[in-house]
Nanobody, 125 residues
Framework: QVQLVESGGGSVQAGGSLRLSCVAS????????IGWFRQAPGKEREGVAA????????YYADSAKGRFTISQDNTKTTVYLQMNSLKPEDTAMYYC??????????????????WGQGTQVTVSS
């Protein structure tokens, strides 16, 4: 079992920055990929970024490229999402998720085995 806890959300003005953290506990050594997803009210959950824990390859949605950076710490139990130049359309609940295998498509929610409870990000104009 793996537990994931997100933190770092909050309310910021457009153009501001936030850093989200996802702390994994339990049998973390089996995690092959950690992804960040978001879900706005009335919309489907969408992939934002992902990182392969071995090798550190990173992947981003077009909406995140150039503004967001995903990274992990040396223990590979904490994954960060640095979000810069935030826009009102970034407002959503942000979730991290762990995949026990390398996903075929990192942005697909049903590829992931474990999910956190989410952290709210609100960006005002």
């Amino acid at each position: 079992q793996v537990q994931l806890v997100e933190s770092g959300g909050g309310s910021v003005q457009a153009g501001g920055s936030l850093r989200l953290s996802c702390v994994a506990s339990g049998y973390t050594s089996g995690n092959k990929c950690i992804g960040w997803f978001r879900q706005a009210p009335g919309k489907e959950r969408e992939g934002v970024a992902a990182i392969y824990t071995e090798g550190g390859s990173t992947y981003y949605a077009d909406s995140a490229k150039g503004r967001f950076t995903i990274s992990q710490d040396n223990t590979k139990t904490t994954v960060y999402l640095q979000m810069n130049s935030l826009k009102p359309e970034d407002t959503a609940m942000y979730y991290c998720a762990a995949d026990r295998a390398l996903p075929m498509h990192w942005y697909t929610t049903n590829e992931y085995d474990y999910w956190g409870q989410g952290t709210q990000v609100t960006v005002s104009s």
